[in-house]
T-cell receptor
Framework: GAVVSQHPSRVICKSGTSVKIECRSLDFQATTMFWYRQFPKQSLMLMATSNEGSKATYEQGVEKDKFLINHASLTLSTLTVTSAHPEDSSFYIC???????????FGDGTRLSIL | DQQVKQNSPSLSVQEGRISILNCDYTNSMFDYFLWYKKYPAEGPTFLISISSIKDKNEDGRFTVFLNKSAKHLSLHIVPSQPGDSAVYFCAARRIQGAQKLVFGQGTRLTINP
């Protein structure tokens, strides 16, 4: 089946650091990639949708200057959490979708802990 | 506004019996529904989907039922196996237009030996 690789799986860093998370589709071309955030015992909340070669579309309440998304190719999207603070600590998950009606396939997530 | 709701946060089922997970939605524009399974510290894994033109879709031990008039879907797992223990999320979207999914809160399924 479709494979989406997300790296790193865990990050622990100091407040003020910027953290980059990569999401790669390994065996298909991802025309659209999604970034989610999940708080403990809660659902996945969509942060933004990105299409290859265009600007990401952010959901209401998500700061685009804080969560920078780049989707430079059909197999790679990155999320950069800029100047991270403890409240940004969360589980971030990416997903990728190929043709319009294909299910999204998810990476294994990144546990971000800001001290 | 929770457009997709899973009202049972947890469910325990004996191995070999049927597991039934329920999901309700409020947005009548949704026409494509999916179930994902999630283990701790991993991303969700796609299980099965159904479009609004159908009322049932079956794949091995997994069957999804859709009742459009009630805006309700359910996932049946039979027979349940210990490896099925996980958190199950239902999700909904529109087939046309933006592909973004709206997820329910998840139901933690525990299969007891």
């Amino acid at each position: 089946g479709a494979v989406v690789s997300q790296h790193p799986s865990r990050v622990i860093c100091k407040s003020g650091t910027s953290v980059k998370i990569e999401c790669r589709s390994l065996d298909f071309q991802a025309t659209t990639m999604f970034w989610y955030r999940q708080f403990p015992k809660q659902s996945l909340m969509l942060m933004a949708t990105s299409n290859e070669g265009s600007k990401a579309t952010y959901e209401q309440g998500v700061e685009k200057d804080k969560f920078l998304i780049n989707h430079a190719s059909l197999t790679l999207s990155t999320l950069t959490v800029t100047s991270a603070h403890p409240e940004d600590s969360s589980f971030y998950i990416c997903s990728a979708s190929g043709r319009n009606n294909q299910p999204q396939h998810f990476g294994d997530g990144t546990r971000l802990s800001i001290l | 506004d929770q457009q997709v709701k899973q009202n049972s946060p947890s469910l325990s089922v004996q191995e070999g019996r049927i597991s039934i997970l329920n999901c309700d939605y409020t947005n009548s524009m949704f026409d494509y529904f999916l179930w994902y399974k999630k283990y701790p510290a991993e991303g969700p894994t796609f299980l099965i989907s159904i479009s609004s033109i159908k009322d049932k879709n079956e794949d091995g031990r997994f069957t999804v039922f859709l009742n459009k008039s009630a805006k309700h879907l359910s996932l049946h797992i039979v027979p349940s196996q210990p490896g099925d223990s996980a958190v199950y999320f239902c999700a909904a979207r529109r087939i046309q237009g933006a592909q973004k999914l709206v997820f329910g809160q998840g139901t933690r399924l525990t299969i007891n030996p």
